[in-house]
């Protein structure tokens, strides 16, 4: 929003009818009044053509999902519907209204689930939740557009992007805030699941200029977004203290019962909770972007030991408040 905003973009967006005020505030907030917001929901078709004919947008960033991995085992069927019957609603109405837009899809790296590493356009796609399930079928929808109806319909394949507006819920944004509050004294410990998944991680405002390159060249197209750089859950943890100068170590144990301690003062500051475990794990996902360098001359600028810098600090901040 804020990219497109700085190219003097007229920016529309859509909000569902039971979106927070707070969240509707933020928009306005970060946007200064000037995205139009509209109210709309991806499983209702007739909204959605309603936006799209009110705005008639030069190009579509279709950014919503229900994005929450863990969550889609849980609400399996509004998953679904949203990131997948979603995509198919949208596209319907931009092919009956404006069918010359630009079509951006965002896909993700749930979608190769266990194929094998590093991940790229031509790899395999084996999801392991319900939330990958549903985005290979968004993916395909795109892709058939496109081959069916000449629309410029793009797919980014992005791997994780985080950033200090990534909610709490999600393990970067949730180790930051849980550092930087135990760096406060506000709480002494936290839980996380499995250590030991590793993921190719990167700067969101790096990728949202990705989405609008895609969107630029001259052909639809598909293109991974990734930093080809995988880091371990385990990894990250130990670099979020080591920002706030905490010295922890694991306890050695491993599994369920592992703990990570403060060498300082012995407190535990980590619990391994079964809970936060997935059904089906995805043990490694690394993209290979050489196809965006190549094509897009894009390539990721934030590193992934400054994104969490820059995260940590942004939680000292608010939490001191």
Same mark, same amino acid.
């Given at each position: 929003?804020?990219?497109?905003?700085?190219?003097?973009?007229?920016?529309?967006?859509?909000?569902?009818?039971?979106?927070?005020?707070?969240?509707?505030?933020?928009?306005?907030?970060?946007?200064?009044?000037?995205?139009?917001?509209?109210?709309?929901?991806?499983?209702?078709?007739?909204?959605?053509?309603?936006?799209?004919?009110?705005?008639?947008?030069?190009?579509?960033?279709?950014?919503?999902?229900?994005?929450?991995?863990?969550?889609?085992?849980?609400?399996?069927?509004?998953?679904?519907?949203?990131?997948?019957?979603?995509?198919?609603?949208?596209?319907?109405?931009?092919?009956?209204?404006?069918?010359?837009?630009?079509?951006?899809?965002?896909?993700?790296?749930?979608?190769?689930?266990?194929?094998?590493?590093?991940?790229?356009?031509?790899?395999?796609?084996?999801?392991?939740?319900?939330?990958?399930?549903?985005?290979?079928?968004?993916?395909?929808?795109?892709?058939?557009?496109?081959?069916?109806?000449?629309?410029?319909?793009?797919?980014?394949?992005?791997?994780?992007?985080?950033?200090?507006?990534?909610?709490?819920?999600?393990?970067?944004?949730?180790?930051?805030?849980?550092?930087? +509050?135990?760096? #406060?004294? *506000?709480?002494?410990?936290?839980?996380?699941?499995?250590?030991? $998944?590793?993921? &190719?991680? /990167?700067?969101?405002?790096?990728?949202?200029?990705?989405?609008?390159?895609?969107?630029?060249?001259?052909?639809?197209?598909?293109?991974?977004?990734?930093?080809?750089?995988?880091?371990?859950? +385990?990894?990250? #943890?130990? *670099?979020?203290?080591?920002?706030?100068?905490?010295?922890?170590? $694991?306890?050695? &144990?491993? /599994?369920?019962?592992?703990?990570?301690?403060?060498?300082?003062?012995?407190?535990?500051?980590?619990?391994?909770?079964?809970?936060?475990?997935?059904?089906?794990?995805?043990?490694?996902?690394?993209?290979?972007?050489?196809?965006?360098?190549?094509?897009?001359?894009?390539?990721?600028?934030? $590193?992934?030991?400054?994104?969490?810098?820059?995260?940590?600090?942004?939680?000292?901040?608010?939490?001191?408040?």
């Amino acid at each position: 929003m804020e990219y497109l905003l700085n190219l003097d973009y007229k920016v529309w967006g859509v909000v569902r009818r039971t979106s927070s005020a707070h969240s509707i505030n933020r928009i306005q907030e970060l946007s200064k009044g000037r995205v139009n917001l509209r109210y709309g929901d991806m499983t209702d078709p007739a909204s959605l053509t309603r936006i799209v004919q009110e705005c008639n947008p030069h190009e579509i960033y279709n950014l919503a999902a229900q994005s929450h991995v863990k969550v889609s085992w849980d609400e399996r069927k509004n998953t679904c519907d949203i990131n997948c019957t979603g995509v198919l609603n949208i596209l319907d109405a931009m092919n009956a209204v404006c069918p010359e837009a630009r079509f951006y899809q965002a896909s993700t790296s749930e979608m190769f689930g266990i194929s094998p590493p590093p991940q790229n356009e031509n790899s395999e796609f084996h999801p392991r939740s319900p939330y990958g399930v549903a985005k290979v079928g968004g993916y395909w929808l795109v892709r058939n557009f496109r081959e069916s109806y000449s629309n410029f319909a793009s797919n980014g394949i992005l791997f994780n992007h985080e950033s200090e507006r990534r909610g709490e819920s999600f393990v970067t944004r949730k180790v930051t805030k849980a550092v930087a +509050r135990i760096k #406060l004294g *506000l709480d002494k410990e936290f839980e996380l699941g499995n250590l030991d $998944s590793k993921r &190719d991680w /990167g700067y969101a405002g790096d990728y949202v200029e990705a989405m609008h390159l895609i969107l630029q060249h001259d052909e639809p197209d598909d293109f991974v977004i990734a930093t080809g750089q995988a880091h371990t859950i +385990r990894h990250m #943890l130990e *670099l979020a203290f080591r920002v706030v100068d905490i010295p922890v170590i $694991s306890d050695g &144990d491993t /599994g369920f019962d592992e703990k990570y301690i403060r060498e300082d003062t012995g407190e535990v500051v980590l619990r391994i909770n079964e809970r936060f475990y997935r059904p089906a794990e995805v043990d490694y996902l690394c993209g290979d972007a050489s196809k965006a360098e190549r094509i897009l001359g894009w390539k990721p600028k934030m $590193s992934f030991e400054k994104l969490i810098e820059r995260m940590i600090k942004h939680d000292l901040e608010a939490e001191a408040k």
